[in-house]
């Protein structure tokens, strides 16, 4: 009688396991919620760091063609960097306006990195306060960050001819400045960028265009004062559009 009263309780120790056993399968093994295949577009409302809606904005993304607000942001800056530098104040707020619709549309299809919409926060504040200086540096920036976004859609004008451009600015600024360190270190960068596409322009047969540059190129590297790169930021612009030229034919 002992050993089946222990048996007994044996017995229904075993069941209580099992029982417990199932219910806990049970709810790990329970059906995944079903996924929203068209989720509404949210951004970061760096605030509060919640989700909040924004209305889509049209940017097509998927054609392999390069969306409009790309190059209208890269425009936009390059023409604050002029007004500024004129000290044209009105112009310069009419085109930020332009410059931040733009960019927002590029938030809206994520296509906006934190360093542009940064960028366009800093131009916003200096054409505001009529900063020559830091209007013109902060919208050549942004000039800087919008070539890198058009990488990736293989534009006809290589992404390293707009950089020459954005370095023959940045010399003019730093020039203002009187940076003497870092003029040589863009100079540098003009070299290193113009040895990336100066194989492009002669497979272009564009003979005289890169003997002309490449001698800018070399007289930036030579340059021994304030003076001397200032002297040589104005002719490296204008050749600048003698490439684009070269690569929209």
């Known amino acids: ?17 099992v029982l417990v056993g199932t219910i806990a399968f049970g709810a790990c093994t329970s059906s ?16 509060t760091n919640n989700a909040v809606p924004e209305k889509a904005v049209a940017v097509d993304t998927n ?3 390069m969306p409009a607000a790309i190059t209208d942001a890269g425009e936009f800056a390059e023409n604050i960097y002029d007004f500024a530098k004129a000290k044209d104040w009105t112009k310069a707020d009419a085109r930020l306006v332009s410059l931040e619709k733009s960019v927002n549309e590029l938030k809206t299809a994520n296509l906006a990195t934190p360093q542009i919409l940064a960028a366009t926060d800093s131009i916003g504040k200096a054409v505001k306060a009529k900063n020559e200086i830091d209007a013109m ?39 203002m400045a009187k940076d003497e360190a870092k003029l040589k270190m863009t100079a540098q960068a003009i070299r290193q960028t113009w040895n990336a596409v100066k194989p492009k322009m002669e497979a272009k047969g564009a003979g005289k265009e890169t003997a002309k540059f490449e001698s800018l190129v070399a007289q930036t590297e ?28």
Do not use: C, H
């Open 1 to 17: 009688m002992k050993n089946t009263a222990e048996n007994g309780k044996v017995l229904a120790a075993l069941g209580a396991a």
């Open 32 to 47: 995944p919620t079903p996924t929203n295949t068209t989720p509404a577009t949210v951004v970061v409302n760096k605030q």
């Open 63 to 65: 054609s392999g063609k």
């Open 137 to 175: 540096r902060e919208a050549n920036q942004a000039t800087f960050l919008v070539a890198d976004l058009t990488a990736k859609y293989n534009p006809k004008v290589p992404v390293e001819v707009v950089k020459l451009d954005y370095y023959g600015r940045e010399i003019e600024i730093l020039a």
């Open 222 to 249: 030579k340059a021994a004062s304030v003076s001397d790169y200032s002297k040589v930021a104005t002719p490296i612009l204008d050749e600048v559009d003698n490439l684009e030229k070269v690569f929209e034919k």
